[in-house]
Each structure stands twice: as structure tokens, then as C-alpha cells.
């Protein structure tokens, strides 16, 4: 008779996320597969371990109910140790349920029960002394090349993890020798990824493609990680049920492994730059920085109700004369970001979700919520003072097209946005457009910006409101501003900001050598990361008093505990304040910050979670989120 300890494989609330003993007859294998009963349902589980026990008196004394242990679905292992090393460490620094953790990572259950996995190689040292992380400034494939065929060498295993599938396909062609050596790791339940699961554990895959989830695959024997784009949002899962960042979780990867890690990076970030201060991490090369001399702030504030300055269209109609190529990049969906009545100030809003409502200029005038899909005609008089003075405020891809229609009717525009793209399909065809001169101006969001590497090059690029950039307020805005003028400038020949202060000290001070330096410094007094760790607590009901209960609790619930287990000038808890968005869909939301003193010490870690584990389950908690708002 055997005590079997196992973990559920599903979707379970946090306070139901841990595992469970049940008895069985027959001892299992650890990390197999098996059916537990579980409140009137059957589910999946892993078996953790199995003690055997004499007697089933033993179970009768135990001091609650051990039920019998369900069927084996999978006599043998579906993970081995160094994957559940990674699970155990990923559900413990971004508190996520472990249950939950493993039904998003592993195969589904068809592949399960036909997997058989073998422990891994005993690893050998690794051919580098220094396993600290190095940092690679751009795409150096002639160097990336160097490490794949020094680690193939070795015997072991490669990984690429990509923010994206376009960056992705842009390694898969600049790597096209070890093509025939790569798998990508991908979609979890088609029948050829039982073949990849199966081949990179015996190792007969040499090397791996993939995005988050290809952290979990079952290696044999890891020699090199390489996180592409490390500083890219497409690293963090985007899933509500778990939260993690794949580029630090293979942090713990190299160190499970004791590989070879690589981090690439267009430009630097505080953090990395942060750490290479520290010796933490090694670079490889430079970082590039912005070619100033390319880049020039326009002034825009005299041009009332103008897209463009004066010298913004003389620029633009010397480009357009020369058969340049265009980019036009605003990060603003359809004509007007809202409407407002000029007499009173009233706001056109959505009734669901407390935001302005966004025009769109289509076969029929229509406002529309980007949050819940709510939309209704545009309205000719305010609602609320009966005034025909309503006007469109903002610039949106939509008017920007409808200036170039009117003043440049015999030019080609497109826009390059998700209420014209729908699909990845239909985006390489518009890029594809573009690079060929089939498109003379195109008006663009961040979603072009991961097409950049296939750009050869840029004529001029025109951003024309560097204000609608800030809309919404984050630590990191004007580093991601650099580093968007860092891209523009390395690949166009000439860049043109729009302003309405050209005068702002932060709009210089990006473009400035000791940009990073001065954002340390400002971090650092502030409490910000990297020397601080962020917790965002979202707390969300239907009822707007329910809310101020529930939000109100939550904060002196942790303001009582962190008191007794944190010193004062080890933490900052914000109170319960309303998100850039308060109410989407009908439903309230709250958010509490909570800033923790970064460290690496475990019992701080074990001590945030225990905090953490008195939250009621229906608050959403994010570590180290990648937005704040």
C-alpha cells in the first residue's frame, strides 16, 4: 500500500492549487500520469512521489480523508526533473497556481498518454567558465553561428525563444544551414508536436524554435538559450489564468542547466544596462544608440487642427517628389481618439466601459469602444446641452489617410493596423506591398514594428504626435520612446518628431549618452525596478460599492502584514486607485501597487507569497508587470 502525493493538471483557483495524497496499491512512477477523484469530478494529475506503508490502519488514523487514487492514464514519465525544477520555480516568483501552470505548459491529454519521457543527460560542465548572461546588440548571426556549432559540438541542445512568429521567421532564414536541425515548438495538440516532444528528449532534435512555451520542452542535454529581443513584451504570457516572463524564467533555465545563455537587444534597457554596470551580465558588442543628427523635434503647437507642421509637409512633399518611402507611425486606431462637445465639454463615453468612444470614419460615422466592441452612429448635437459644436479630437490612422486623400490624391496609401489587418496573412502581404514601392505612404501602429528586420531601409519616417505616445503614464515610456527613435533612426534616413512643447526637457534629455545613467538615478530615488519588484494587485467587481468594500479590505488586509513582516523602507504599498480605464464591460476595477525591495533572497520571496496567499482568489495578481494601467 502506497501514500501518493500528485498535483492536479488544471485550471484551479490559487487557494485550491497545491497538491493532494491519495492510496493506492501499486506504487506509480514519479511524474506520471493519473486520474484523481476530485469533489464530484475526475481530473488529470502528476505524481509528485509515493511513500509505502505497512498498513491501512495508517490511513484509517490519518487526521482527514484519503481517498483510493484513480486510474493510471500513463504508466510512465510525461516531465522529468529539471522541467519540474522550472514549473516549481515559475508558480513560486510569479505566484502562479502550479495547477494551472501545468495545464497551459504541457501537451494535451490525447499526447500525454502516449508520451514517454527519460530523465536527462547528467550535464557535463559547460565549455564557457563564465555562465554569466551576455547581452548581444543586434542580430551578429555570424557570431550567433559560432555558439550554435561550439554547443553541437558539445553534444547538447540549442533553444531560441522569440517574442513573435515574424522574428522567428527572420532567424529561421538568417540560420538557413542548420535548418534541417531545427523543430519549432509549437501548438501542443497537433499530432507532429508528439514527434518533437518525443525527438528533443532523446536528442535527436538538436535545436528548438519556439516562443513562451518552448521553455518547457523536455531537453536532454541544454547547452545554449538564446532570448531574442529580450526587452520585448511578447514575452510575457498574455494568458489571464498565469503570469510569467519567458526571458527571466530562462534565467532560472540556464541555471537549471548551467548553459550558455544570450540575451539579444536592439537597444539597451535600465535594467540591462543596470546590470552590466554590476558585472552581471557581459556584452558582447555596443549597444547602438540614436543618430541624432537624423532625428529632428517639430514644433506643431501653431498649427491649430493641422496633422502636419509646415515643415512636416514641406519635408513630406520633397520625399513624395523623390519617390521616397513613407512611414507614417501613430499608435492610433481609427479617425479621432473621441468627441467631444466644444460648448459644455461633455465627453461621448461608452456606456459600459468608462472611456471616450473612438470615431471611425466608414461607410457610416460610427463611435467605438476598443475595449468591449460597443458602438453607435455619431450623434450631430451633444446629448447633453443640445449643441451642434461637436468636434473630432485627436489624430487617428483614419484622418491622417483622409489628409493624404484629399491633399495627395494621386499618391497610394495604406494602413497598417488590426481594424484593417486581421491576421498574420494579411499583414505579410500589406509589409510585403510596402518594401516593394506598391505602397507610396503607410500609416502604421506598433503592430508593423516587428517587421522592421526585413526593412532595408526607410526614407522617412514622421511621427505626429509624440504626446499621443504618453496617453497612458509608465516608468518605462520614455525608454521605450528611445528606443523606438533608436530603430527609426538606424533604419530611415531622416526622422521627424511632432510636438506640441518642443521646449519638454524629457524629449531632449531621451536622445542624451547619459540617458541610462539618469534613469537609474531616478529609479533608484524613486523605488522603481530594477531595485524594486512590482506586485499589481487587480481587484474588479459589478457593483461600484462592492468594489470600494472589496479594494478598501484588500489594501489593510496587506497593509497590517507587511507591516509585521517588512521593514518601512523595504516597501511602498500605493491605496486602491482607479486604472487609465476604470470600467470595462460593466465591470469596476481597482488596482493596489505594492513595490518590494529587489533581492534574491529566497525568504523575502517566501515571505511576499505568504502575503500574497491571504488575497481572497478573485484578485488578479501580476509580479512584475510589463504595463502598470
Not at 202 to 213: D, Q, T
Not at 240 to 251: G, Q, R
Not at 593 to 601: D, F, H, N, P, Q
Amino acid at each position: 500500500m502506497f501514500l501518493v502525493n500528485v498535483i492536479p493538471i488544471a485550471y484551479l483557483p490559487r487557494s485550491q492549487s497545491k497538491s493532494l495524497v491519495y492510496f493506492a496499491s501499486q506504487k506509480p512512477e514519479v511524474y506520471s500520469l493519473v486520474f484523481i477523484p476530485f469533489g464530484r469530478r475526475k481530473m488529470e494529475a502528476l505524481v509528485l512521489s509515493s511513500e509505502e506503508i505497512q498498513s491501512k490502519i495508517a490511513i484509517k488514523k490519518a487526521g482527514f480523508q484519503i481517498k483510493p487514487l484513480g486510474k493510471i492514464i500513463n504508466p510512465h514519465a510525461i516531465v522529468h526533473e529539471k522541467q519540474w525544477k522550472l514549473f516549481e520555480w515559475i508558480s513560486t516568483y510569479y505566484f502562479d497556481p502550479l495547477t494551472s501552470l501545468l495545464k497551459q505548459s504541457i501537451p494535451s491529454l490525447n499526447l500525454l498518454r502516449q508520451i514517454h519521457i527519460e530523465p536527462p543527460s547528467l550535464s557535463s560542465k559547460n565549455s564557457s567558465e563564465d555562465l554569466h548572461p551576455q547581452i548581444l546588440f543586434n542580430d551578429d548571426f555570424s557570431l550567433l553561428k559560432s555558439f550554435i556549432q561550439q554547443t553541437l559540438n558539445e553534444q547538447k541542445q540549442v533553444l531560441f525563444l522569440f517574442p513573435n512568429q515574424i522574428k522567428l521567421e527572420y532567424y529561421w532564414q538568417n540560420l538557413s544551414e542548420y535548418q534541417d536541425q531545427i523543430a519549432i515548438y509549437e501548438n501542443k495538440n497537433a499530432k507532429k508536436f508528439f514527434k518533437i516532444y518525443q525527438g528533443v528528449n532523446n536528442g535527436e532534435i538538436k535545436i528548438v524554435f519556439g516562443k513562451r512555451s518552448a521553455l518547457f520542452a523536455p531537453f536532454k542535454n541544454l547547452g545554449l538559450i538564446t532570448v531574442v529581443d529580450e526587452q520585448n513584451s511578447g514575452h510575457e504570457t498574455i494568458e489571464t489564468k498565469i503570469h510569467y516572463n519567458a526571458k527571466e524564467a530562462a534565467l532560472k533555465l540556464q541555471e537549471i542547466w548551467q548553459a550558455r545563455l544570450i540575451l539579444t537587444s536592439l537597444s539597451s534597457s535600465v535594467e540591462t544596462t543596470l546590470r552590466i554596470d554590476r558585472g552581471s551580465y557581459k556584452p558582447l558588442n555596443n549597444p547602438p544608440v540614436p543618430i541624432s543628427n537624423k532625428i529632428s523635434i517639430i514644433n506643431n503647437s501653431n498649427s491649430k487642427d493641422a496633422i502636419f507642421a509646415d515643415s512636416t509637409q514641406t519635408n513630406l512633399e520633397s520625399a513624395l517628389n523623390q519617390g521616397s518611402k513613407i512611414l507614417i507611425y501613430n499608435n492610433r486606431r481609427g479617425h479621432s481618439p473621441a468627441l467631444v462637445c466644444q460648448t459644455c465639454g461633455f465627453i461621448f463615453r461608452c456606456p459600459q466601459c468608462d472611456t471616450a468612444l473612438v470615431y471611425h470614419k466608414n461607410e457610416t460615422k460610427k463611435l467605438l469602444c476598443h475595449h468591449c466592441g460597443h458602438t453607435e452612429t455619431a450623434p450631430d448635437i451633444c446629448p447633453n446641452c443640445q449643441s451642434h459644436l461637436i468636434q473630432f479630437v485627436g489624430i487617428g490612422n483614419q484622418k491622417i489617410n483622409e489628409y493624404f486623400k484629399n491633399h495627395f490624391p494621386q499618391i497610394k496609401t495604406a494602413i497598417f493596423d488590426s481594424d484593417h489587418l486581421k491576421n498574420l496573412r494579411q499583414e505579410k502581404m500589406l509589409f510585403d506591398e510596402f518594401i516593394n514601392n506598391k505602397i507610396d505612404i503607410l500609416i502604421a501602429t506598433e503592430l508593423f514594428s516587428k517587421f522592421f528586420d526585413f526593412v532595408p531601409q526607410i526614407d522617412l519616417v514622421i511621427i505626429p504626435s509624440i504626446e499621443q505616445m504618453l496617453v497612458t503614464p509608465d516608468y518605462r515610456t520614455e525608454e521605450r520612446i528611445r528606443n523606438l527613435l533608436t530603430l527609426f533612426s538606424l533604419k530611415s534616413q531622416q526622422v521627424l518628431v511632432q510636438t506640441l512643447d518642443p521646449e519638454k526637457k524629457w524629449l531632449s534629455h531621451i536622445l542624451e549618452k547619459d540617458f541610462y545613467q539618469q534613469q537609474i538615478e531616478m529609479r533608484k530615488k524613486t523605488f522603481y525596478p530594477p531595485f524594486s519588484q512590482i506586485v499589481k494587485l487587480e481587484i474588479a467587481h459589478s457593483k461600484p460599492a462592492q468594489l470600494l468594500k472589496l479594494a478598501d479590505y484588500t489594501y489593510k488586509l496587506l497593509e497590517k502584514n507587511l507591516t509585521r513582516l517588512f521593514k518601512p523602507k523595504d516597501y511602498i504599498l500605493s491605496r486602491p486607485i482607479s486604472p487609465i480605464v476604470p470600467k470595462i464591460n460593466n465591470i469596476y476595477f481597482k488596482n493596489i501597487y505594492w513595490r518590494l525591495i529587489a533581492t534574491e533572497e529566497t525568504n523575502v520571496l517566501l515571505k511576499r507569497n505568504a502575503v500574497l496567499k491571504l488575497l481572497p482568489d478573485e484578485i488578479n495578481i501580476e509580479i512584475e508587470p510589463f504595463d502598470l494601467f
